[in-house]
Structures are given as structure tokens and as C-alpha cells.
Nanobody
């Protein structure tokens, strides 16, 4: 069993920045791929980005590429989502998730993830 706790959400003006953190329990954190997803009101949950176990491979959704950065610190069992140049359309609940798909994978489909955090709200005002 893996537990994930997100933090760092809040209210920010357009053009601002936030950094989300996701702390994971479990001794095998370093073997997991980690993903970030978001869900805006009335919309389906969508992929934001994913990072493999070592951080050597990172994928982003086109909508956030160049503005968001995912990183991880395996010694701290934590993955981060640095969000810069935020836009009102980035407003959503952001979720981190764990995939036990193996060390080489960077899944983009939410069904490939095994554990999810409770989510943290990000609101970007115009």
C-alpha cells in the first residue's frame, strides 16, 4: 500500500508560480513512476506530466510544456510540480499518482496508475 499526500496548492494571480509537492510512503518509492494529473470543474481528469523512477525521462502534456517542471527526490520520497506562468485555465484540483509499471515506463493514461493522492486545489485568477 502506498499513501500520497499533496501540498502546495492555493490561489495565485495569472503569471504567477506555485510548487506542488507529493510525499509518498513506502520503501520502494524510488522504483515507481510518478504522475501528475488535474481535473477542472465539469471536466474529465487530464494528464499533466510523468517522471520515471530515476528522473531521467519526463513527459508533459502539450498544454503545460515549457511552463511546468516535474522533479523528484527519492531520498525524501517526494515528487514536485513546479508551475510557472500560470494561466486561469490551469485552475483545477491537482493529483499525484504512483504507477508500479516498472522502471522504464512513463505512463500517460490514468488507468496505468495504482495509487492516488487526495488532490490539492490550484486557482489562478485573471
Amino acid at each position: 500500500q502506498v499513501q500520497l499526500v499533496e501540498s502546495g496548492g492555493g490561489l495565485v494571480q495569472a503569471g504567477g508560480s506555485l510548487r506542488l509537492s507529493c510525499a509518498a510512503s513506502g520503501r520502494t518509492f524510488s522504483t515507481y513512476a510518478m504522475g501528475w494529473f488535474r481535473q477542472a470543474p465539469g471536466k474529465e481528469r487530464e494528464f499533466v506530466g510523468t517522471i520515471n523512477w530515476s528522473g531521467s525521462k519526463i513527459l508533459y502534456a502539450d498544454s503545460v510544456k515549457g511552463r511546468f517542471t516535474i522533479s523528484r527526490d527519492n531520498a525524501k520520497n517526494t515528487v514536485y510540480l513546479q508551475m510557472n506562468s500560470l494561466k486561469p485555465e490551469d485552475t483545477a484540483v491537482y493529483y499525484c499518482a504512483v504507477s508500479q509499471c516498472g522502471r522504464l515506463c512513463t505512463p500517460k493514461n490514468e488507468y496505468e496508475y495504482d495509487y492516488w493522492g487526495q488532490g490539492t486545489q490550484v486557482t489562478v485568477s485573471s
